[in-house]
């Protein structure tokens, strides 16, 4: 099965400031997916990250907020922008082909 | 709209009970369904899945069958151990081009004492 690894593991951040996320995976996949976990809560879908176009965004997410890259079907990255307080969850890769999830990027924002 | 619904934790159980963690969800066709666990302090795992009506999904002890007829995937296994202590996530996919999507359920924190 596929390696997935994500940068950072966890960080602290300050309010106003940006954090971008990287998502490697060992093989290429086809479809790459950003979820957000919040503390003590379910998961939910930020976007789709769509090789060599624009990210897909799920309702009440927005580019501005969230851009996403994905230069090659090995690599994706999330920025968090601006970030305040609320930003503060796990930030996870996932592949569509399999359903598998990075490892997290933990995220606290003071 | 599509959810996905679990039963309400925390579920505290002995080790060697049996455990059913309920998940029913709706839709207007037949996504693929699927159980993760998270551990604590570890990350996201796929612990089973099914993707057609009637399907059993099977991993590590654990079992959950695709029931159409009450659209549910409750979670079941016969014996659970000290070391099954994790939150449970139901989830099933989208459909058409969204098909691997995911809406989870929110999840439910099974503690197994020894």
């Known amino acids: 099965s596929a390696v997935i690894s994500q940068k950072p593991s966890r960080d602290i951040c300050q309010r106003g400031t940006s954090l971008t996320i990287q998502c490697q995976v060992d093989?290429?996949?086809?479809?790459m997916f950003w979820y957000r976990q919040q503390p003590g809560q379910s998961l939910t879908l930020i976007a789709t990250a769509n090789q060599g176009s624009e990210a897909t965004y799920e309702s009440g997410f927005v580019i501005d907020k969230f851009p996403i890259s994905r230069p090659n079907l090995t690599f994706s990255t999330l920025t968090v922008s601006n970030m305040s307080p609320e930003d503060s969850s796990i930030y996870l890769c996932?592949?569509?082909?399999?359903?598998?999830f990075g490892p997290g990027t933990r995220l606290t924002v003071l | 709209g599509d959810s996905v619904t679990q039963m309400e934790g925390p579920v505290t159980l002995s080790e060697e009970a049996f455990l059913t963690i309920n998940c029913t969800y709706t839709?207007?066709?037949?996504?693929?369904l699927f159980w993760y666990v998270q551990y604590p302090g570890e990350g996201l795992q796929l612990l089973l899945k099914?993707?057609?009506?009637?399907d059993k999904g099977s991993n590590k002890g654990f079992e959950a069958t695709y029931r159409k007829e009450t659209t549910s995937f409750h979670l079941e296994k016969g014996s659970v151990q000290v070391s099954d202590s994790a939150v449970y996530f139901c989830?099933?996919?989208?459909?058409?081009?969204?098909?691997?999507?995911?809406?989870f359920g929110t999840g439910t924190l099974l503690a197994v004492q020894p």
């Open positions: 093989s290429q996949v086809t479809m």
């Open positions: 996932a592949l569509g082909d399999t359903q598998y």
């Open positions: 099914a993707t057609k009506a009637d």
């Open positions: 839709a207007t066709g037949y996504p693929s």
């Open positions: 989830a099933r996919g989208g459909y058409g081009g969204a098909t691997n999507k995911l809406i």
